[in-house]
């Protein structure tokens, strides 16, 4: 196994199943989110999955392909309530077309998710099924989680991590989770990649936080210091708020370039771009007890530890 073979693999596998239909207005932007590229993470997991439970990357594409189809569809979503101008360094869907094409065009790629799911055909389909219903739902409530907290003064810790994992690490979870199961793995064994997958899940998201405020604009293809212009309660805004009483008032600076460049300036000095990689090496280690936990269960795990490898120094 390797990620960029499985990487390759799906993308081949996109390709060759483009969305395609009529009205063009409403497939045009289907196919832009999907091929604006991306790391791929949740089909590469989903692959993986079924090849260390005995299965192969092949059996598990109908699968992988759901989980970036919704994966995507959630984007084309998202971006319109965070009114979001770039994606992956260029224009959403929202933007390139029109808010009500853009949420048309998501609606569309959520049916098209349940459809590759129901063309799989392995005894665990329904099982499978029930697990992604689950996950999608649990995916909306992470996101209405996220826009009430930007309406609230204060948010403890404890609520964005609950708000997280639901938002973003429980598709990781269902991703490598129904591989497994698309292989008839025994379900210790599959909760345990579960668990694994919710672990860096984490971690991936203590790394977005972090790439938002620290990082390379020009790596990540997002503005820099996106989620400081929106105020959003992020990890590091509750922590800022716990460790500084001047915390609003930075967020309270009208000129988001300046506030920007402020935050940044203060949380650096206050070592937060440090606490927060920290607090993403606590999910990592966590993923890699579970791994030597699954490694006693028979599972190979050098696959899964090359993607949180790939996933704890990635930049963008």
């Known amino acids: 196994m390797s990620i960029s073979r499985l990487h390759g693999l799906y993308v081949e596998y996109l390709q060759k199943n483009a969305f395609q239909g009529h009205p063009?207005?409403?497939?045009?932007?289907?196919?832009?989110?999907?091929?604006?590229?991306?790391?791929?993470?949740?089909?590469?997991?989903?692959?993986?999955?079924?090849?260390?439970?005995?299965?192969?990357?092949?059996?598990?594409?109908?699968?992988?392909?759901a989980m970036e189809v919704f994966h995507n569809f959630s984007l084309v979503h998202d971006d319109i309530m965070d009114r979001a101008d770039q994606r992956r360094g260029l224009p959403t869907?929202?933007?390139?077309?029109?808010?009500?094409?853009?949420?048309?065009?998501?609606?569309?790629?959520?049916?098209?998710?349940?459809?590759?799911?129901?063309?799989?055909?392995?005894?665990?389909?329904?099982?499978?099924?029930?697990?992604?219903?689950?996950?999608?739902?649990?995916?909306?409530?992470?996101?209405?989680?996220?826009?009430?907290?930007?309406?609230?003064?204060?948010?403890?810790?404890?609520?964005?991590?609950?708000?997280?994992?639901?938002?973003?690490a429980v598709l990781l979870g269902c991703s490598l989770?129904?591989?497994?199961?698309?292989?008839?793995?025994?379900?210790?064994?599959?909760?345990?990649l579960y668990e694994f997958a919710i672990a860096i899940g984490m971690?991936?998201?203590?790394?977005?936080?972090?790439?938002?405020?620290?990082?390379?604009?020009?790596?990540?293809?997002?503005i820099s210091g996106g989620d400081i212009m929106e105020g959003k309660k992020t990890w590091l805004y509750i922590k800022s708020m716990e460790m500084h009483a001047d915390t609003t008032?930075?967020?309270?600076?009208?000129?988001?370039?300046?506030?920007?460049?402020?935050?940044?300036k203060q949380w650096i000095e206050m070592g937060l771009d440090q606490l927060i990689l920290a607090k993403s090496k606590e999910y990592n280690q966590r993923g890699l007890d579970i791994l030597s936990s699954l490694s006693t269960m028979g599972v190979k795990t050098d696959g899964l530890l090359e993607i949180l490898d790939f996933l704890a120094g990635r930049t963008h």
């Open 24 to 65: 063009k207005n409403l497939y045009d932007p289907m196919r832009y989110i999907m091929e604006l590229g991306g790391k791929r993470i949740r089909p590469i997991l989903c692959m993986t999955g079924s090849e260390i439970c005995g299965g192969t990357a092949e059996m598990a594409l109908p699968i992988a392909h």
């Open 93 to 168: 869907v929202h933007k390139k077309w029109n808010e009500p094409t853009a949420i048309l065009a998501g609606d569309n790629l959520l049916v098209k998710a349940y459809e590759s799911i129901l063309s799989f055909g392995g005894e665990q389909r329904d099982a499978i099924l029930g697990l992604f219903s689950k996950t999608a739902t649990e995916v909306c409530e992470g996101q209405q989680d996220d826009m009430d907290f930007a309406e609230r003064n204060e948010v403890s810790e404890a609520e964005y991590l609950q708000m997280i994992q639901f938002k973003t």
């Open 177 to 192: 989770a129904s591989g497994a199961m698309v292989a008839n793995a025994k379900q210790e064994i599959i909760d345990g």
């Open 203 to 222: 971690n991936f998201q203590m790394m977005d936080d972090y790439l938002d405020a620290f990082g390379d604009a020009g790596k990540t293809g997002k």
């Open 249 to 264: 008032l930075w967020f309270n600076e009208t000129d988001l370039s300046k506030r920007v460049t402020l935050v940044q």
